[in-house]
């Protein structure tokens, strides 16, 4: 198809070199033909590649969890070479060897941080398994829009083709005497708005395409979608709610409230007594005289702070409270999200019903009409308003098969989980 388009540009009738139309030819046809077909879950598998904002919640997590090996750490007794080297008029001294200072007891403040360093770290974790999630979304959301304007596009080049067929029958029957010129005028202005609608599909298809190539990483010139998924099949609404329950943002609020939990048990410890136990072995000492190791313990208890350590109690009480409130909210929003998309696909199943029903009664009427107008029995506007109302149900239906298909997934990630 592509080399007898060129053939058409290159050598059209009574010219026989090619000039500027061998360019044309390179730059639009070629490219065309290097466009390399993209399903779903390529372009999402690219996607994965090329977020950015991915990256960023995964790189989070991985700190999220050096801060909690960070916590660890702290419980654990700190080795390292010491040494000390004093002048005094009277006699000098130096020491050097290895030492270690352990927090024996602080209240179990440290253990408590630990636990909160954990619980965040899980609740970013969760977080960026529900980034993968939308953002599986919004591929899917550019896919399927991508789609449904080549889909409709399509739809809207097979009216032309069948008024550019009615055309050239109104000619003939125009040269026999048995149809008028304004018949062929009102066919052809149809096909004059066929053509617009066209050049706008071509306008918003180029820019979904643009979008994809944008979330992909790919030149928009080497995409071209495709989609061979059936319709969706509707279960039952419950299966979804339940299934929401255990979405990762859920799993994360749940994380960030034990975190905050902890973050109080941080605070109220800071109230408990401080033990801590420093000791250093000595291998070199000058004069040998010195001892070759000292033990030194350490205790520490708050007396008075003006508030400052109940403030800070209060606190991480109020954030305990807010993180409790958020997910609570989130519970709520998550059924939510699952009712409005579950009734919403509900409904566009049923217009597609209807929209069958109905494409098979336009295409009836219309096979009708081009028959009585052969017996004179009709006008030709009555067979072109029944074109344009058949070929109008063809574009919703190349349109709403994307959006069902859409919808599914907005259904599946609402209710925690990737479509199959």
């Known amino acids: 198809m592509t080399s007898r388009f060129c053939r058409k540009i290159l050598f059209p009738a009574g010219r026989s070199r090619p000039g500027i139309r061998v360019l044309l030819c390179l730059l639009f046809i070629a490219p ?4 390399a077909e993209i399903t779903l879950v390529e372009a999402y598998e690219l996607a994965l590649a090329q977020s950015e904002s991915l990256q960023i919640s995964v790189a989070e997590w991985r700190a999220a969890e050096a801060r909690y090996r960070q916590s660890l750490g702290a419980m654990w007794p700190e080795v390292s070479a010491r040494g000390t080297a ?13 030492g270690a200072t352990w927090t024996v007891f602080d209240g179990f403040r440290t253990a408590r941080e630990a636990d909160a360093r954990q619980a965040a770290g899980l609740a970013l974790r969760h977080d960026a398994e529900r980034a993968r999630l939308l953002l599986y979304e919004d591929v899917a959301d550019v896919f399927y829009q991508t789609l449904s304007f080549q889909n409709q596009r399509t739809a809207v080049q097979e009216q032309i083709k069948t008024l550019e067929t009615r055309g050239v029958e109104l000619e003939r029957r125009i040269k026999l005497g048995r149809s008028k010129r304004s018949d062929l005028l009102t066919t052809s202005n149809q096909i004059a708005e066929a053509r617009l609608t066209i050049e706008q599909l071509n306008q918003s298809f180029a820019a979904t395409l643009e979008l994809l190539a944008f979330v992909t990483g790919r ?14 099949a509707l279960g039952e609404v419950d299966k979804y709610l339940a299934a929401a329950a255990t979405r990762e943002d859920i799993k994360a609020g749940e994380a960030r409230v034990e975190a905050s939990q902890s973050d109080v048990k941080v605070a109220k410890s800071d109230r408990a007594p401080k033990v801590t136990l420093d000791g250093n072995a000595y291998l070199v000492r000058d004069p040998q005289t010195q001892s070759e190791w000292d033990i030194i313990l350490k205790l520490e208890m708050p007396l008075f702070d003006r508030g400052r350590r109940t403030a800070r109690v209060a606190e991480a009480g109020q954030l305990l409270r807010i993180s409790e409130l958020r997910l609570a909210e989130l519970q709520r929003s998550s059924e939510r999200d699952v009712r409005q998309t579950y009734l919403s696909l509900f409904y566009e199943l049923r217009q597609w019903s209807e929209l069958q029903a109905a494409i098979r009664i336009a295409d009836e009427a219309l096979a009708l009409l081009q028959k009585d107008y052969e017996l004179g029995r009709v006008s030709n506007l009555d067979v072109l308003t029944a074109s344009v109302q058949l070929w109008g149900l063809r574009r919703r239906e190349a349109a709403l098969a994307q959006q069902l298909r859409a919808e599914l997934i907005h259904l599946h990630v609402a209710a925690g989980k990737v479509s199959p």
């Open 32 to 35: 065309l033909s290097r466009a």
């Open 86 to 98: 004093n002048w005094a008029a009277d006699s000098d001294s130096r020491r050097a060897g290895i």
């Open 219 to 232: 030149p928009a010139s080497s995409l071209q979608v495709v989609d061979q998924t059936s319709l969706p």
